[in-house]
């Protein structure tokens, strides 16, 4: 059974549970409570749950009450009465949004007799849960969608960084650690899972190479099993990367982030004492955490995406771009299409940058990418899938093709390839123009066709004239029909 089939099979569950008062959202909490003591039943390590606690237990019970009870027990219990570091996490205040004990049955039945891998063997346990977290974040009402973005955007982001073993990555804002699982997956292909690293390489990547924070509760729960699925021990810290606690996370590699849009609570600011330009402007406080959190070796870069009022702001705004384009090599701003995120309209780019050795006039220019311009309104209809990005990708690598990207230590493409992509909507504009623009960014975008077509029509007075003029010549032809009918 496919990871997708078996997703649907988990998901169709909930409509079982609805009468339980169980929202999605709840739902996917109470699968991940699940599926975690019957994860450790088959990776094995149930040395660190309580006998009395264990999956088979919990299967084979006849008494629903009783195995409700116990689980109810276990989830109060467990964070105190394991070893484990991951289960301690995962469990921490957790509690049932089941009421029936029959429900809570038919959930450990129907997960256990699923079949937990494909034909050619491979585990499928966390592509299953990117599929649960991917259907919880397209219902509305979950609220879960702004914890995820896209797949096809997070893999094209990771593709054009081009992570390298050895390198520590971090996502600041990592909601279920989308971004930080399919840069892991990405290593995976290229090293046959690790299998070619020795023992102390291998930990690393394991334990050391992705990590992140997360500040919602629920979230966090569902990053650290979604990291745990995909086999990874990563570092995911409960907190806001805004106060005092980010100015540790430093001297990375990499980053790759979709920062919650919105401002603070109140307007406030950030507790930081590090930030040159602390603003209640919380994408703005994160470009800046993002930027200075990178290694200053020419080689740290990062992609990250952010709303458009960012590219233009005045006050702090200006002088977070302009420090950027000092510190660090913006070399491209893609404009994406609107409507790809949880909140319908909200209007996005994904800005790609390193960190150079020297801290002034590192930005000669900005190549800029209009997805956004006429072209389609994804959705049910039109899907949002990784071939929307392929002429981008040509742009940005110059022609030469994603697969050689990871060849190019930071990503970056020699701007001499660039200038030979023929395609209007990719265009470079010089730092002295941005400079001139009062350093906005919000530039590089086509001409739209609609109003295009629109002025073709002409000035709205000429058409008026042009419109009376034939609605008085009608009428004189209806009134000499009149007289001639008598």
């Given at each position: 059974?496919?990871?997708?089939?078996?997703?649907?099979?988990?998901?169709?569950?909930?409509?079982?549970?609805?009468?339980?008062?169980?929202?999605?959202?709840?739902?996917?909490?109470?699968?991940?409570?699940?599926?975690?003591?019957?994860?450790?039943?088959?990776?094995?390590?149930?040395?660190?749950?309580?006998?009395?606690?264990?999956?088979?237990?919990?299967?084979?019970?006849?008494?629903?009450?009783?195995?409700?009870?116990?689980?109810?027990?276990?989830?109060?219990?467990?964070?105190?009465?394991?070893?484990?570091?991951?289960?301690?996490?995962?469990?921490?205040?957790?509690?049932?949004?089941?009421?029936?004990?029959?429900?809570?049955?038919?959930?450990?039945?129907?997960?256990?007799?699923?079949?937990?891998?494909?034909?050619?063997?491979?585990?499928?346990?966390?592509?299953?849960?990117?599929?649960?977290?991917?259907?919880?974040?397209?219902?509305?009402?979950?609220?879960?969608?702004?914890?995820?973005?896209?797949?096809?955007?997070?893999?094209?982001?990771?593709?054009?960084?081009?992570?390298?073993?050895?390198?520590?990555?971090?996502?600041?804002?990592?909601?279920?650690?989308?971004?930080?699982?399919?840069?892991?997956?990405?290593?995976?292909?290229?090293?046959?899972?690790?299998?070619?690293?020795?023992?102390?390489?291998?930990?690393?990547?394991?334990?050391?190479?992705?990590?992140?924070?997360?500040?919602?509760?629920?979230?966090?729960?569902?990053?650290?099993?979604?990291?745990?699925?995909?086999?990874?021990?990563?570092?995911?810290?409960?907190?806001?990367?805004?106060?005092?606690?980010?100015?540790?996370?430093?001297?990375?590699?990499?980053?790759?982030?979709?920062?919650?849009?919105?401002?603070?609570?109140?307007?406030?600011?950030?507790?930081?004492?590090?930030?040159?330009?602390?603003?209640?402007?919380?994408?703005?406080?994160?470009?800046?955490?993002?930027?200075?959190?990178?290694?200053?070796?020419?080689?740290?870069?990062?992609?990250?995406?952010?709303?458009?009022?960012?590219?233009?702001?005045?006050?702090?705004?200006?002088?977070?771009?302009?420090?950027?384009?000092?510190?660090?090599?913006?070399?491209?701003?893609?404009?994406?299409?609107?409507?790809?995120?949880?909140?319908?309209?909200?209007?996005?780019?994904?800005?790609?940058?390193?960190?150079?050795?020297?801290?002034?006039?590192?930005?000669?220019?900005?190549?800029?990418?209009?997805?956004?311009?006429?072209?389609?309104?994804?959705?049910?209809?039109?899907?949002?899938?990784?071939?929307?990005?392929?002429?981008?990708?040509?742009?940005?690598?110059?022609?030469?093709?994603?697969?050689?990207?990871?060849?190019?230590?930071?990503?970056?493409?020699?701007?001499?390839?660039?200038?030979?992509?023929?395609d209007e909507r990719w265009q470079f504009i010089t730092r002295e123009t941005i400079t001139k623009k009062n350093d906005s960014l919000d530039l590089g975008l086509i001409a739209d066709d609609s109003i295009s077509d629109a002025a073709d029509l002409g000035e709205p007075i000429d058409i008026a004239k042009e419109a009376m003029t034939e609605l008085q010549t009608i009428t004189k032809q209806l009134q000499a029909m009149i007289k001639e009918l008598g």
């Amino acid at each position: 059974m496919s990871a997708d089939e078996i997703a649907n099979k988990l998901w169709n569950l909930c409509n079982v549970l609805r009468d339980d008062g169980v929202t999605y959202h709840q739902y996917l909490n109470e699968l991940t409570f699940i599926l975690f003591l019957k994860l450790s039943e088959v990776k094995g390590f149930e040395e660190h749950v309580p006998e009395n606690y264990r999956w088979r237990g919990f299967v084979d019970e006849k008494d629903n009450t009783e195995a409700f009870n116990r689980y109810r027990t276990f989830l109060a219990e467990i964070s105190n009465k394991t070893t484990s570091a991951s289960i301690k996490e995962i469990y921490a205040n957790a509690s049932t949004s089941l009421r029936k004990p029959v429900n809570f049955n038919t959930l450990v039945q129907a997960i256990d007799l699923l079949d937990w891998y494909e034909e050619d063997d491979r585990d499928t346990m966390g592509d299953i849960y990117e599929s649960l977290l991917e259907k919880n974040a397209g219902e509305k009402k979950s609220g879960a969608g702004q914890y995820f973005t896209p797949r096809p955007l997070i893999n094209v982001m990771v593709q054009l960084m081009a992570p390298k073993l050895g390198e520590r990555w971090n996502d600041p804002a990592a909601g279920t650690f989308g971004f930080m699982i399919a840069a892991d997956e990405y290593l995976k292909n290229k090293t046959d899972h690790y299998f070619e690293l020795n023992d102390k390489e291998r930990t690393f990547q394991k334990e050391k190479a992705f990590s992140g924070v997360e500040l919602v509760t629920d979230a966090h729960r569902l990053a650290l099993m979604n990291a745990r699925l995909h086999g990874m021990e990563s570092d995911i810290i409960l907190g806001d990367t805004l106060t005092e606690m980010g100015k540790n996370i430093k001297n990375l590699d990499g980053v790759l982030a979709n920062p919650p849009f919105g401002t603070k609570k109140g307007g406030e600011r950030p507790t930081r004492d590090d930030f040159t330009f602390p603003t209640s402007n919380k994408q703005l406080n994160f470009l800046q955490h993002i930027y200075r959190s990178l290694k200053k070796d020419g080689k740290a870069r990062a992609a990250v995406v952010l709303p458009d009022n960012v590219l233009f702001e005045d006050g702090d705004g200006q002088k977070i771009r302009r420090d950027l384009m000092d510190k660090c090599n913006l070399h491209t701003i893609l404009r994406l299409p609107t409507g790809i995120f949880y909140a319908a309209g909200v209007k996005t780019n994904v800005l790609f940058f390193t960190r150079e050795k020297t801290e002034v006039e590192n930005t000669k220019g900005v190549w800029f990418y209009d997805m956004r311009t006429n072209t389609p309104n994804y959705g049910k209809r039109t899907p949002f899938t990784a071939n929307a990005f392929t002429d981008f990708v040509k742009a940005y690598t110059g022609g030469i093709g994603i697969d050689k990207v990871d060849k190019k230590y930071h990503g970056e493409i020699e701007d001499t390839k660039r200038k030979k992509v023929k395609d209007e909507r990719w265009q470079f504009i010089t730092r002295e123009t941005i400079t001139k623009k009062n350093d906005s960014l919000d530039l590089g975008l086509i001409a739209d066709d609609s109003i295009s077509d629109a002025a073709d029509l002409g000035e709205p007075i000429d058409i008026a004239k042009e419109a009376m003029t034939e609605l008085q010549t009608i009428t004189k032809q209806l009134q000499a029909m009149i007289k001639e009918l008598g």
